[in-house]
């Protein structure tokens, strides 16, 4: 697993199907790339006098070490886990096998929405410059993401406006703590921004701080364990009030993935969703259709954390109930220590749903290519 | 991390005895990677006994000796914050997921019906060899 | 779909959609019927008042509904039987007819609502204690139906010392059987601070039944967004906050400290601890080294301590798949219907998923709550 082969720069000319598209891996910047792409002048009014150090809260194991990575993803040169795009290019495309990757860099959120903003654009110019346009993406297998700041929904469809038609932009990307829920219409602009151009709008969860956790009504958990496993909930109420605050009948072409917040209760939740919608439609006028319809034609989730019973048949049964080739595309999540191997994911879904979840939702997702000049020495996952 | 090295290459036939190091080689607390199998096989001194275990880990397949050996944590309710860790170094963590085995059994706490493959090691005329 | 999914069917009505499997309880000669969650009230203001001492009697306390979140067209269901100016749920002889009499239930589970969770907690535990009272001598003790009534002691968590005073008052009572608890809570259930409820519970061998509190309290907004702009939202997500204080408890331990405690979740829900156990058990693996005190698979201290109460949203729509489901996760051992009468969603054992199997059927409707709570009704001779 270390980055010592020798490849090929220059591509060769035939062409090799897409089978895995990624779209989840999280680029990080190398020290001292990132300050310089912030605008002034939040850059020397705020980030330049701002110093924190670790703000971790809610750790994995061993987080002092491995602050929650791949331990064998941290760079030689002392850097972070992914913070070198040929290592992550060796991890991600060679040795595991994904063909595309999408990249999601975090932006966090601010309780200054400007604040958020200018890092969100400046998030963007370094993904572009080091990985996307230059020689970072040597061979065309990285795809970024237009980080939006959704608390600052007008700075927002700015930022989608500026990168709209970037060659290598394939989403939007936003977090999903700020509250309150997106059926708000205040996010309207961001939703009118991406539809007008037609992106899909990627949620990953970024955490926050103080109250900008996602904090539980009822008490905050414990422990990392507690806390990540019903950080889905936030995912769940998201995916209410889109629904129920009618916001796919507002904008009918929006799409939504939902990244890393686990799938499995999507098919409880369209259940009760629909019971509910059956006995109290009437005060939801401006819904028309049943919940569970809206999820199929609008929603998707990343396979990453992919959370199996003791007894997998059931996972298997609950994909098949859920219908998982119209909801799922697959996500690695690398470098993180949460990383779904795609040759390991692939054993877990029924073959006849293995190409939608594996490439096609992402292709058409993100209008991937179907093809790519081959690499030699790429692992092929099937 | 420790002795890590190059991944494992030219590889060996399985199923027979290999020397793989010279006592003093591998430091108590240190291992060393060597080419047996298809991802290599970590040969661990722990305190002056040494273990054997396969560079792949049953959960996602992990390079598993690129993790981190620890200990067991236990609840110990003299000890400021209720717990302790007892038995340090005698379990390796998996570097993708942390799940920990341990060196001497091949079992884990995490999911007790699994084990990793682990292969006899003794030290003979100054040798550390490794039957797998 | 099954029927009951609308407020016109809620209760008695049928619908033509019923499946063959579905019966009637009230012509169901099977299987003896326990209703686990019937809701209690006070008459009325100047009723409830009485039923105060001073200083309390004086004291400013609000209403059984919440502020923002009652239900549009009201909270309780129109099929209630009242009589003029008494609140719905407030009568025993009207709900033990409608209950026994005309629904075919053998046995309820009487649950007193409050009046929100109050800041002041002595006000709150005169409050709890006048209703505990109210039960007592109104249903338990007095009246037509009062041997076939059982009673939940209300508790207040935020006062340990009052709430076991409390439990030392009517633990002895023989039809009290369980205790009482908010879903809304400053700490998690997990927290230490509960324990000594947790222990006074195993010592009495009362299971303690976790209920949404209505009325205004000093509570959070109900999602971890915030507050929802519409009813089915909110109702979508509320019951589900049960999720945080099941993974808490399970991280802290409390099911391994307190192996007699037996929790019930009585809003519901039950269709959503799938997933999140299969998530608990996934992620929890490498986590077990940071919580000792739970050694176990999180899923393993589901079993004997978990219950839900059913609510008329719950369970597939597909009758085909209704009983594989509840099989998923020993559901099928852990769910016992309850109407929530009067409340709007309130329904009868024809709001279970259809194409249950008689075995679940009969744990469902009987089996279950009569080995939680000790109740012994013998199956009528067919
Ligand atoms: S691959 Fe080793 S813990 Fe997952």
Not at chain 1, 311 to 321: A, G
Not at chain 3, 30 to 52: E, G, Q
Not at chain 3, 55 to 76: H, L, T, V
Request: contains cysteine; aromatic residues 10%.
């Amino acid at each position: 697993m270390t980055v010592t082969q020798i490849h090929e720069r220059v591509p060769a000319p035939a062409l090799v199907p897409v089978r895995v598209v990624d779209n989840d891996v999280h680029p990080v910047p190398k020290n001292g790339q990132f300050l310089d792409h912030i605008p002034e002048p939040y850059r020397s009014r705020y980030f330049m006098r701002q110093r924190f150090g670790e703000t971790i809260t809610y750790d994995a194991p061993d987080y002092d070490e491995a602050k929650a990575m791949r331990m064998d993803a941290f760079p030689a040169d002392g850097g972070f886990p992914g913070s070198d795009p040929e290592m992550a290019f060796q991890h991600v495309i060679m040795e595991a096998g994904c063909d595309i990757a999408i990249l999601e860099p975090g932006s966090p959120e601010d309780i200054r929405p400007e604040i958020a903003t200018a890092r969100a654009i400046a998030t963007n110019n370094w993904l572009d410059a080091q990985w996307l346009s230059g020689q970072g993406n040597w061979h065309g297998r990285w795809r970024g993401s237009i980080c939006v700041a959704i608390e600052d929904p007008e700075g927002s469809a700015r930022e989608i406006e500026r990168w709209a038609g970037h060659p290598y932009m394939g989403q939007i990307l936003l977090h999903a703590e700020p509250r309150p829920s997106w059926g708000h219409p205040k996010y309207d602009p961001v939703w009118a921004a991406a539809t007008r151009h037609d992106i899909t709008v990627a949620c990953h969860l970024g955490r926050g701080a103080f109250d900008n956790h996602p904090r539980p009504p009822v008490g905050w958990p414990s422990y990392n364990h507690d806390f990540m496993v019903t950080y889905s909930l936030l995912a769940a109420n998201q995916v209410m009030s889109l629904i129920f605050d009618g916001v796919f009948e507002r904008f009918p072409t929006l799409r939504i993935v939902l990244v890393e917040h686990a799938f499995n209760w999507i098919l409880p939740l369209m259940w009760r969703m629909d019971a509910i919608y059956a006995a109290r439609g009437g005060d939801v006028p401006h819904v028309k259709r049943k919940p569970s319809e809206y999820v199929y034609d609008h929603i998707f989730f990343s396979t990453q954390p992919l959370d199996y019973p003791e007894d997998k048949l059931e996972l298997t049964r609950s994909l098949e109930l859920m219908r998982a080739d119209k909801l799922l595309l697959f996500s690695s999540d690398y470098p993180h220590w949460t990383y779904d191997d795609p040759t390991w994911v692939l054993k877990h879904i029924p073959e006849d749903m293995r190409d939608a979840i594996m490439f096609k939702n992402g292709i058409e997702l993100y209008k991937l290519p179907e093809s790519v000049p081959p690499i030699e020495g790429q692992r092929r996952v099937f | 991390m420790t002795v890590e090295s190059q991944p494992p290459r030219p590889r060996l036939a399985a199923g027979r005895e290999h020397v793989v190091a010279k006592v003093g080689e591998i430091e108590p607390g240190d291992h060393k990677l060597v080419p047996i199998g298809r991802h290599g096989v970590g040969v661990y001194n722990v305190d002056g006994t040494y273990y054997a275990i396969a560079n792949y880990c049953p959960h996602e397949g992990g390079p598993l000796c690129s993790g981190r050996l620890g200990g067991r944590s236990v609840t110990d309710e003299r000890a400021p914050g209720g717990a302790s860790l007892v038995e340090d170094g005698q379990y390796i963590y998996c570097p993708w997921h942390q799940w920990g085995f341990e060196l001497a059994s091949g079992t884990t706490a995490v999911k007790p019906e699994w084990t990793i493959r682990t292969y006899p090691v003794r030290v003979e005329n100054d040798e550390v060899i490794v039957t797998a | 779909m099954p029927v009951s999914r609308s407020r016109e069917a809620a209760g008695r009505a049928h619908s033509e959609e019923e499946t063959d499997q579905v019966s009637d309880p009230a012509e169901d000669v099977s299987t003896p019927v326990i209703d686990s969650s019937v809701h209690v009230f006070f008459r009325s203001n100047a009723d409830f008042r009485d039923h105060l001492r001073e200083p309390f009697r004086s004291r400013g306390i609000p209403d059984y509904e919440m502020q923002y979140y009652g239900a549009p067209d009201g909270e309780y269901s129109p099929l209630a039987g009242t009589r003029d100016g008494e609140h719905p749920g407030s009568d025993p002889d009207l709900v033990g007819e409608e209950l026994f009499e005309e629904r075919g239930v053998d046995i309820a589970v009487l649950h007193p609502m409050t009046r929100g969770n109050l800041p002041d907690r002595h006000l709150n535990s005169a409050v709890y204690a006048a209703h505990n009272q109210m039960l007592a001598e109104r249903w338990l003790d007095s009246g037509t139906y009062a041997e076939r009534y059982r009673g939940t002691v209300r508790v207040n968590v935020e006062d340990v010392d009052g709430a076991l005073k409390e439990i030392e008052r009517w633990h002895d009572h023989p039809r009290m059987v369980q205790l009482g608890v908010p879903l809304q809570t400053r700490d998690l259930y997990g927290h230490p601070r509960y324990e000594p409820i947790w222990k006074a519970a195993c010592e009495t061998g009362m299971p303690v039944a976790v209920h949404v509190e209505v009325g205004s309290g000093v509570d959070m907004a109900p999602t971890p967004s915030g507050h929802a702009r519409t009813y089915p939202q909110y109702f979508g997500f509320m019951a589900l906050n049960y999720l945080y204080h099941l993974m808490n408890m399970i991280a802290e331990g409390v099911f391994e400290k307190y192996d007699g405690l037996k929790v019930v979740w009585a809003d519901g829900g039950a269709d959503l601890v799938t997933p999140f156990i299969w998530r608990m058990d996934t992620f929890g693996r490498p986590h077990l080294e940071q919580t000792p005190w739970a050694p176990r698979i999180p899923s393993d201290y589901l079993p004997g301590h978990v219950s839900f109460v059913h609510n008329s949203i719950d369970g597939p729509p597909d009758p085909g798949i209704a009983a594989e489901w509840l099989a998923m996760t020993g559901k099928e051992d852990m769910v016992m219907y309850g109407s929530s009468y009067p409340h709007w969603h309130m329904g009868g054992a024809d709001t279970l998923p259809g194409g249950l199997t008689a075995r679940q059927r009969e744990k469902v409707l009987w089996r279950n709550a009569a080995q939680l709570y000790g109740i012994d009704v013998a199956a009528p001779v067919a």
